[in-house]
């Protein structure tokens, strides 16, 4: 995520530019935008200008792709209130949630709505900036281990970084619960000093490989080092339970690499999840404009920060200013200006027939949902489903309904239940 400043500015420089939207899309081949309410299926959700506005897409459908023609009419019901700042959730196999607060506490949420207390023996964690305790996963034997990973921002003695660790849940008989075990297992390396771009997501993939989003720290001199192998800043990684990484990972056998990395050139991977077929996808923050789907394979490179959509805060271009280089990936999709992407997940029940195979993601800046409708490896149309409040993270429940996760600037969450009306 941005400095809360930097993205008001940035809104509203996106903002002023509104009135002029539609005949620039026409100028450059973008389908046509329309005014922000009761837009017609066939327009792009996005009706904003771009903050790049000399940048083309490097092919049809790669941005502003059309609404869906058939879109459900959403309800919304809060099912959870007044809990502290959350960053993460997941629901447990008994049905009720499992939340992370970004100060450093976990609590298992009742089918009431009504939080336990704090769950003990949470290590600290350094929650300031966009720092805190991030994300959690439930081990795929969870059932029978009750073992969990979570991510956070840790204090180190030449600086802080993300680390994940796993412990044993044990839930108490009041609602509560205790950790026990807790090992950190992995610590993103080098350390730095600073409190931005920390990531994360964690994803357990088809084989119980852990998949690992982390940031680049942000400023100057760490941002480079998301092309750097021999750095942690800017990668994505793929490890076992112990932290190790996998024998048959990208640069295991390659001099000076770190042999946890599965793919590079990222920014601030801050979403992140599984497709229907155990493949693993993310979505990361951009700059001003540029956040990007992608789906990471095995040794790639991602092109930050020499190659990426978007500009600078500042409204200067990062680096050359270029947005494809043959050595660099092109994502799959890109948002300028952005939704600033907070979680994902992969909709495969049957309760929202529209929305089966679609990806789900939370957008912070954007206040809702974005659906993207995906043909193939390509996302063919984009849904928005407006919840007028920063959205931290989304899940799929097992009833089918989507759970969205907001934040507040005062320091609250809730948490909304969306069902087709
Ligand atoms: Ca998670
Ligand atoms: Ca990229």
Avoid: C
């Avoid at 800043?233 to 190790?244: A, Y």
């Avoid at 590079?264 to 700059?287: K, M, V």
Wanted: proline fraction near 8%; charged fraction near 20%.
């Amino acid at each position: 995520m941005k400095s809360p400043t930097l993205l008001l500015t940035a809104s509203l420089a996106a903002a002023s530019f509104l009135s002029t939207g539609s005949a620039f899309a026409q100028m450059q081949g973008l389908p046509p935008a329309t005014g922000a309410e009761g837009v017609a299926p066939g327009k792009a959700a996005e009706t904003q200008m771009p903050n790049a506005r000399d940048q083309k897409p490097a092919f049809a459908g790669q941005t502003r792709a059309p609404q869906p023609s058939s879109m459900p009419q959403i309800a919304k019901q809060v099912v959870a209130e007044n809990l502290p700042h959350l960053w993460a959730m997941e629901f447990l196999p008994d049905g009720r949630m499992l939340v992370t607060a970004k100060k450093g506490a976990m609590h298992i949420i009742a089918k009431d709505g009504k939080p336990g207390a704090a769950i003990e023996g949470v290590p600290d964690v350094l929650s300031g900036g966009q720092g805190g305790l991030l994300d959690v996963a439930l081990a795929p034997d969870y059932q029978q281990s009750g073992m969990i990973f979570f991510s956070f921002s840790e204090q180190r003695e030449d600086g802080n970084g993300t680390s994940v660790a796993s412990a044993e849940l044990v839930p108490g008989d009041d609602g509560g619960g205790k950790l026990e075990d807790v090992k950190v297992i992995f610590r993103q390396m080098p350390s730095y000093d600073g409190n931005k771009h920390f990531g994360s997501r964690l994803v357990f993939g088809p084989n119980h490989e852990l998949y690992v989003t982390v940031g680049e720290r942000s400023d100057p001199e760490p941002r480079v080092q998301a092309q750097d192998l021999k750095s942690g800043l800017g990668k994505t990684f793929r490890i076992d339970r112990d932290g190790k990484p996998l024998p048959d990972n990208p640069f295991v056998s390659r001099d000076g690499a770190r042999p946890e990395i599965w793919s590079y050139g990222h920014r601030n991977l801050q979403a992140a999840a599984l497709d229907g077929q155990g493949r693993f996808w993310t979505i990361e923050h951009g700059p001003r404009g540029g956040d990007e789907l992608n789906r990471p394979e095995a040794g790639k490179n991602y092109g930050w920060p020499e190659v990426t959509y978007g500009i600078d805060y500042s409204g200067q271009p990062i680096g050359k200013g270029i947005t494809a280089m043959k050595e660099t990936e092109q994502p799959v999709y890109f948002w300028d200006p952005v939704i600033a992407p907070s979680g994902m997940a992969f909709y495969d029940a049957d309760a929202i027939p529209e929305w089966k195979g679609s990806f789900l993601v939370g957008g912070l800046v954007s206040q809702g949902i974005v659906v993207l409708h995906m043909d193939g490896d390509r996302v063919a149309h984009e849904e928005r489903i407006p919840l007028e409040a920063r959205i931290r993270d989304v899940k799929v429940g097992p009833d089918g309904a989507v759970y969205a996760v907001t934040e507040s600037r005062g320091g609250s969450s809730t948490i909304i239940r969306l069902t087709k009306a």
